[in-house]
């Protein structure tokens, strides 16, 4: 008998089976074939188009430092950890900084904002007299004129996803991060066509000798796949969609394509609900610097963490993730990435993860608020929820904490009269405008009630100053020692009604210069004052600086019966403060989009001071406020060689108590309340200044020039009169005048000088 062929054999069951094969095979071009091309073109537009999420990033002025800078080693400090730099023994590492007496040495990153940016660089900052005394570039071997240190970032507004990402190329990534990454997750990615059938070979032999899916065999691709297309279950369809789009990717798009998105989707942790995806992202999140900063040891934690970033936290489970990255160190010295001495040395350091994630999302509410709002006046809610920008402020980290602690600590020590209790801080530098710091209450990182832009309070006595400017602006008619009458006086108003005022002391002092009015805060005098002036054109005055606000168009303007917040009343002395020049206040410095173009930029207003002799006249007498008038306590302080200008204001009853004060580089308003407008036991110089005070006590600053400024003459006048007269007149006071409109008037004092003649020069002195 013949013996059978294969084919003989395989006929029985080739008849069973043809009609069930040739089903299938239909099934499988007539169904796969067209789900294969839909599922194709979907790739092909989802990842062609490929845009990752990214949050917009809120970020502090720049800290600029230069030889006379004001500074102290407190606030230096402050910034340098507010901006997460660690202290180190060298400082070599960008990122860190080491303290040696007065000298600092700084390891900066470097950063590029609107107005330019700086290289990183090694710099030794040397302090004195709480100032900075010198610059050196330590690596350049040079002294620098001027620095900034890279700006802290402040804030983080998110759009449509919580997801925290900072895109970057390959081309900017640290080589060991592409080819360890590689050598760790994926060794044959260069050539296999999305799977890897001889890596699940492997896994699937680990497994088996482990006893436990130890390892999954997923190539890069195939994890970057299951991030952006699909979902985490683990059915038989989602593995084979997983598989079948991989090998499409791999077909249409370059090993380096994919390899850059998976650097910016991978997903690396999370803090509360903001997902950090993209190792730049995980870098700031785990060490506080960029990945050009970090070392291989902190490369391998990275890398070992795509694993299972849950399962190997390093600030939860330490030792997981120490074992985790040491595996994934000798896997790079196994493939030749690192040498030997490197691998012993990166063994024996510690993973080196900063304590606490610095993802600051809304660090400082009411400041974020004036950022949002004036955002809105250039950008459309659409473009801002769209995210992805890069938004530089002016915000002092340091006198922003600065200030917030010095509203606690004023209202906390006032005890239980105290509790009730609510305040406000705005300021700004003095020369440009810029929003330096802004808190709107107690509790300052809760966000809530903005006080500082929305509480609208009466301001009392701090109107005064414009009351008077706009009597100095007539030099032909007004002095600082033009003679008010501190009387009681009646104005009639409309109706038939009348009104009469009342110095605060109910006491009326009489004939009084001008600059004694002001100083005191004689209410009856600045009526007389205002009176004359005319009370429309200090109406017109006021109104031109613009403020949202509509201004009291009644006389108890006169004596500051007009709501203000503090942020508008800081628009006002800001006049003052920068030497007459209408300096629009700013929060925003410029904003960049997520390639680094610039949008938009928001540079200081090129203002032609107004009445700048007049405001110089107004400064003086302000300077007068603390050295004799009713902020004496700030001038009997320590604080008095800030020879700073002022001014208190109370509100009616007491309700509101206010001070706006200005040295040579700052302007700081403080306002004082209850949220329920009840009195408080308070006045400006109790409620107000002591806030002022306390934040002055740590805020680095200039002082204001005590001497009479360029454009005004120093005259000896007779108080009793206002006209000239000589030094050595008993009584005499000096003091400055609109140069050309000095007194013509002149009283003598013949027994005075006779006097003076007799005891002739003083002796020279012989120390």
């Not at 040495?105 to 709480?130: C, F, H, K, N």
């Not at 077909?251 to 394509?257: D, E, I, K, P, V």
């Not at 960029?290 to 963490?305: H, Y």
């Not at 007389?528 to 509509?550: D, K, N, Q």
Request: with cysteine; glycine share 8%.
């Amino acid at each position: 008998m013949a013996r059978m062929t294969v084919r003989e054999r395989l006929r029985p069951w080739w008849a069973l089976l043809r009609w069930p094969f040739w089903l299938g095979l239909g099934l499988l071009l007539g169904f796969g074939g067209p789900y294969t091309w839909v599922l194709n073109q979907r790739v092909a537009q989802r990842f062609g188009d490929l845009e990752f999420s990214q949050p917009t990033r809120v970020y502090a002025r720049p800290l600029a430092l230069a030889a006379g800078t004001p500074m102290n080693a407190a606030t230096l400090r402050q910034e340098l950890r507010f901006a997460d730099y660690t202290p180190s023994q060298d400082a070599r590492v960008p990122g860190t900084w080491n303290e040696s007496g007065a000298s600092f040495v700084i390891a900066s990153r470097g950063y590029a904002d609107p107005t330019g940016g700086e290289l990183p660089r090694r710099v030794r900052v040397t302090l004195a007299g709480d100032q900075v005394q010198s610059l050196f570039d330590t690596t350049a071997q040079r002294p620098l004129a001027a620095w900034h240190l890279d700006p802290a970032r402040i804030a983080t507004l998110y759009g449509a996803h919580q997801e925290e990402r900072e895109v970057v190329h390959l081309r900017q990534l640290p080589p060991l991060l592409v080819t360890g990454l590689q050598a760790v997750e994926d060794r044959d990615f260069n050539n296999h066509i999305g799977i890897d059938f001889s890596g699940i070979a492997r896994a699937m032999l680990a497994d088996v000798r482990s006893g436990s899916l130890a390892q999954g065999g997923s190539t890069l691709t195939q994890q970057l796949v299951r991030n952006l297309f699909l979902d985490r279950s683990r059915t038989l369809v989602r593995k084979l969609n997983e598989a079948l789009i991989s090998v499409l990717i791999t077909a249409h798009y370059s090993r380096g394509r994919i390899l850059d998105a998976y650097m910016n989707e991978v997903y690396l942790g999370q803090q509360g609900g903001q997902a950090i995806h993209g190792f730049a992202a995980g870098s700031r999140y785990w060490f506080g610097r960029p990945l050009s900063a970090l070392r291989p040891q902190e490369i391998a934690l990275l890398v070992g963490l795509v694993r299972g970033p849950s399962y190997y936290d390093p600030r939860r489970y330490p030792e997981r993730a120490l074992q985790r990255r040491n595996v994934v160190l000798h896997e790079f010295q196994q493939t030749g990435l690192i040498t030997r001495p490197m691998l012993a040395y990166a063994l024996a350091a510690p993973l080196g993860v900063t304590p606490v994630p610095r993802l600051p999302r809304d660090r400082f509410p009411a400041f974020m608020d004036l950022v949002r709002r004036q955002l809105r006046q250039d950008f459309s809610a659409q473009r801002l929820r769209a995210g992805a920008l890069a938004v530089y402020t002016t915000l002092d980290p340091a006198a922003q904490l600065d200030a917030e602690a010095a509203l606690d600590a004023t209202l906390d020590g006032f005890g239980p009269r105290g509790e009730a209790l609510q305040g406000a801080v705005v300021v700004t530098d003095a020369r440009t405008g810029a929003v330096r710091a802004l808190v709107g209450g107690r509790d300052a990182g809760v966000p809530g009630f903005n006080r500082a832009l929305d509480a609208r309070r009466q301001i009392g006595s701090t109107i005064k100053p414009f009351v008077y400017l706009v009597a100095l602006a007539q030099p032909q008619q007004w002095s600082l020692a033009s003679v008010l009458d501190d009387e009681p006086i009646t104005v009639p108003l409309s109706g038939g009604r009348s009104w009469t005022p009342r110095n605060d002391d109910h006491i009326s002092h009489g004939p009084t210069l001008l600059v004694d009015a002001l100083a005191h805060s004689y209410n009856q005098a600045t009526v007389h004052l205002g009176m004359a002036v005319g009370l429309a054109r200090i109406h017109r005055f006021i109104t031109s600086f613009g403020l949202s606000v509509p201004i009291n168009p009644d006389p108890s303007l006169l004596l500051g019966a007009q709501d203000f917040s503090p942020y508008e009343l800081a628009e006002l002395y800001q006049f003052l403060a920068s030497d007459g020049r209408a300096e629009p206040l700013r929060a925003v410095r410029g904003v960049l989009d997520a390639d680094g173009k610039l949008l938009k930029r928001y540079d200081s207003a090129t203002v032609k001071p107004e009445y700048q002799s007049a405001v110089r006249l107004l400064t003086w007498a302000l300077q007068q406020v603390p050295r004799e008038g009713t902020a004496r306590a700030l001038g009997a302080s320590p604080l008095g060689v800030l020879d700073a200008a002022g001014k208190t204001g109370t509100s009616e009853n007491q309700r509101d108590a206010w001070f706006a004060g200005y040295t040579g580089s700052d302007l700081a308003v403080v306002w004082v309340g209850r949220d329920d407008n009840e009195p408080t036991p308070l006045w400006g110089a109790t409620g107000a200044l002591p806030v002022w005070m306390r934040l002055f006590q740590r805020l680095p600053t200039r002082p204001l020039p005590a001497a009479s400024m360029p454009g005004l003459d120093m005259v000896w006048i007779n108080p009793a009169t206002g006209h000239r007269t000589s030094a050595v007149c008993s009584g005499a006071r000096q003091l400055p005048f609109i140069a050309g409109y000095t007194p013509t008037e002149e009283d003598s004092c013949l027994f005075d000088q006779f006097k003076h003649w007799l005891q002739g020069p003083a002796p020279a002195s012989s120390g």
